[in-house]
């Protein structure tokens, strides 16, 4: 069982900066992906960035160039740093976490992006 907190959400007007953490129950070295997902209202969870191991990152389009996912395998968590912000990217953010094909996820933290 891998138990996800996330931190760092919150308000911020467009053009600012948000540093998401989340804090993992284990240690992550033995977690194969760590990921952020959102969701905003009516829309479906979408893959935001992710992360492997090996700290390969994979991230959507909309944010690359803007967004950075990083792992602490000494402190346990993996970081969302998110910079330029749009109000397009509200949305409650979900830390994930993929361990021997079992599937973890956090209770997510709202982003608001004021325009």
């Known amino acids: 069982q891998v138990q996800l907190v996330e931190s760092g959400g919150g308000l911020v007007q467009a053009g600012g900066s948000l540093r998401l953490s989340c804090a993992a129950s284990?240690?992550?070295?033995?977690?194969?992906?760590m990921a952020w997902y959102r969701q905003a209202p009516g829309k479906q969870r979408e893959l935001v960035a992710g992360?492997?191991?090996?700290?390969?990152?994979n991230y959507v389009d909309s944010v690359k160039g803007r967004f950075t996912v990083s792992r602490d395998n000494a402190k346990n968590t993996v970081t969302l740093q998110m910079n330029s912000l749009k109000p397009e990217d509200s949305a409650v953010y979900y830390c994930?976490?993929?361990?021997?094909?079992?599937?973890?996820w956090g209770q997510g933290t709202q982003v608001t992006v004021s325009s």
């Open positions: 992360i492997s191991s090996g700290s390969l990152t």
């Open positions: 284990v240690r992550i070295d033995s977690i194969d992906i």
């Open positions: 994930y976490a993929n361990r021997l094909n079992f599937h973890f």
